[in-house]
């Protein structure tokens, strides 16, 4: 899985690591933008946490999460954006653990929030304005930041540097893989 804050480049990473060793990459951003578009039942619950930056509650992304795995029937997952909360994240292993399965390998992109915050505005998505965007470096550091320790005390943290081409990082975020399979 990928942590990291908004703008840490999860998406783009994690669409570049799912082409190199074959993983299925899911952004459960992209699964809630596209729900919303669709106006299906979480989508309608989701749509006003998406547009003020706010997370979406535990239960909504845990039920489209176990729908989701429900429908890929793949074990080898790059998760982006999942988990963002302690409980999403204890929930997560108890799933795993059902199937005998664990995290491989927790990837932190650290990125400050400088270079976050000028990501993001260039992205221009629309819940990409300088005030949103903001509030979302917030939240990021106060419910999802966390998980770095828990993730590190589980012995799955890998610390990546965010900075710099994308290539670099990549090259970065494959070696981080790469350790983690030894
Ligand atoms: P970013 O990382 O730039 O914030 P994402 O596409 O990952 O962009 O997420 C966009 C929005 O989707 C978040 O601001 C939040 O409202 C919602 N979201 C995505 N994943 C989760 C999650 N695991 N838990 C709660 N909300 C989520």
């Known amino acids: 899985m990928l942590l990291g804050p908004p703008g840490a480049g999860k998406g783009t990473q994690g669409a570049r690591l799912a082409q190199r060793v074959q993983l299925e990459h899911v ?8 729900a919303v578009k669709n106006g299906t039942p979480a989508g309608v619950r989701a749509e006003s946490y998406l547009r003020s930056g706010q997370l979406v509650p535990d239960q909504v992304v845990l039920q489209v999460i176990e729908e989701y795995l429900a429908s890929v029937g793949r ?48 992205r221009g998505r629309s819940d990409d304005t300088e005030e949103t965007a903001r509030y979302r470096l917030q939240v990021y550091r106060q419910d999802t930041a966390p ?36």
């Open 27 to 34: 952004s459960t951003g992209d699964l809630f933008r596209t």
């Open 75 to 122: 074990r080898d997952i790059c998760f982006d954006g999942f988990p963002r909360t302690y409980n999403q994240a204890a929930t997560l292993d108890d799933l795993l653990a059902q199937f005998g399965l664990d995290v491989t390998a927790a990837i932190h992109i650290s990125v400050p929030d400088q270079e976050a915050l000028r990501r993001l505005l260039l």
């Open 147 to 182: 998980l770095i320790d828990y993730y590190g005390a589980a012995g799955a943290l890998a610390e990546v540097d965010g900075t710099g081409r994308t290539d670099e990082v990549a090259a970065r975020v494959w070696r981080a893989v790469r350790q983690s399979l030894t």
